[in-house]
């Protein structure tokens, strides 16, 4: 059972969300990534939405590059937190992806992490996870400690 959902608009977009694959994966939750294009295949975007209960999917991360429609569209489908990340690549680096994430009409967010920021849209994620969980949240807790200890002693 996959607990987070990553789709992104592009197979060559995949190797942008490795962060977030193996953020998710180092925490233990369970996450699927697929490839599904909101302009070229709604119908399998649709399908795949209708199958979130079923999946046991609790968050939808979306990463999509230019006008970036990818995140807007599942939000639109679901009532599940839809995390965007902005892909560079274009002749504007990320700022045309960041602003179409972003700027959701009311009633339909889309938390935005920055410009190719796949680990924290994982991050945010496993927050999500975690507000019904002590665990997690201690988890989460521990995991920042040992990184916060790590950036410490290799600035040292």
Known sequence: MSEVLILVGSVSDRPKMDGALARLEKSGVGCELAVISAHRDPQLLDSRIANLDQ???QVVI???GMAAHLAGAVAARCVRPVIGVPLSGSALNGWDALL?????????P?????????????VL????LAVGSAERRQALVAQRETE?????????
């Open 55 to 57: 999946d046991g999917v």
């Open 148 to 156: 916060r200890a790590q950036r410490a002693s290799a600035s040292s």
């Open 125 to 128: 994620a496993l927050q999500i």
């Open 62 to 64: 979306c990463a999509a």
């Open 100 to 108: 179409s994430t972003v700027q959701m009409p009311r009633g339909v």
């Open 110 to 122: 889309v938390a935005t992490v920055g410009v190719d920021q796949a680990e924290n849209a994982a």
